[in-house]
């Protein structure tokens, strides 16, 4: 199933309101010239979800990590896994490290990510994060238990990702996610 992504947020409402601020004119210039009115401080643009996009995006790391360091041996009975990953994503992942550990494969590196949060719903008091990733798996190769390359396998290159994540018991959980193959991002 696709999940289409999208920016949103109260960022524009916050853009909309500093390009208000900036339009007012000095009262003693009367030219026209766009001036700080004295003893305010510098606006600076802040972004009031900085800290849910931080902690959804370190979930969605914890999540990597995790499976990398369960692939390092195949264990796909890591309990760690369940620390970030839940549902439909935790299967995905133990399901993909049985199946390593059935073939006597191994998984060595690590993957690149650039992960970004693109929407946090309800706006306030966020329940549910999607991200959209761009995984480049070319570190992150399949390896017999012996340690030598497997033959075959899926092409390395960068992945499309996107993951939805939701809020439980006050922590964030990655539930699903779609990694498309090489060459989509």
């Given at each position: 199933?696709?999940?289409?992504?999208?920016?949103?947020?109260?960022?524009?409402?916050w853009?909309?309101?500093?390009?208000?601020?900036a339009?007012?004119?000095?009262?003693?210039?009367?030219?026209?010239?766009?001036?700080?009115?004295?003893?305010?401080?510098?606006?600076?643009?802040?972004?009031?979800?900085?800290?849910?996009?931080?902690?959804?995006?370190?979930?969605?790391?914890?999540?990597?990590?995790?499976?990398?360091?369960?692939?390092?041996?195949?264990?796909?009975?890591?309990?760690?896994?369940?620390?970030?990953?839940?549902?439909?994503?935790?299967?995905?992942?133990r399901?993909?490290?049985?199946?390593?550990?059935?073939?006597?494969?191994?998984?060595?590196?690590?993957?690149?990510?650039?992960p970004?949060?693109?929407?946090?719903?309800?706006?306030?008091?966020?329940?549910?994060?999607?991200v959209?990733?761009?995984?480049?798996?070319?570190?992150?190769?399949?390896?017999?238990?012996?340690?030598?390359?497997?033959?075959g396998?899926?092409?390395?290159?960068?992945?499309r990702?996107?993951?939805?994540?939701?809020?439980?018991?006050?922590?964030?959980?990655?539930?699903?996610?779609?990694?498309?193959?090489?060459?989509?991002?």
């Amino acid at each position: 199933m696709r999940r289409r992504c999208a920016l949103s947020g109260p960022l524009a409402t916050w853009i909309a309101t500093l390009g208000t601020l900036a339009a007012c004119t000095s009262a003693t210039g009367g030219t026209g010239a766009t001036s700080k009115p004295a003893g305010l401080p510098a606006t600076t643009l802040v972004d009031p979800q900085a800290s849910v996009k931080q902690a959804v995006l370190t979930a969605y790391r914890g999540m990597w990590q995790e499976f990398v360091s369960a692939a390092r041996t195949a264990d796909w009975n890591a309990s760690e896994l369940g620390e970030y990953a839940t549902g439909d994503a935790l299967i995905v992942l133990r399901h993909g490290l049985w199946l390593a550990h059935e073939k006597e494969q191994i998984v060595k590196g690590e993957p690149i990510l650039r992960p970004e949060v693109t929407s946090l719903t309800p706006v306030t008091e966020p329940a549910k994060a999607q991200v959209a990733d761009c995984v480049d798996d070319t570190g992150f190769l399949v390896h017999t238990r012996s340690g030598k390359r497997a033959d075959g396998g899926a092409a390395t290159g960068r992945h499309r990702t996107t993951a939805d994540l939701a809020l439980r018991k006050g922590s964030w959980y990655v539930t699903t996610f779609v990694l498309r193959e090489a060459g989509t991002c």
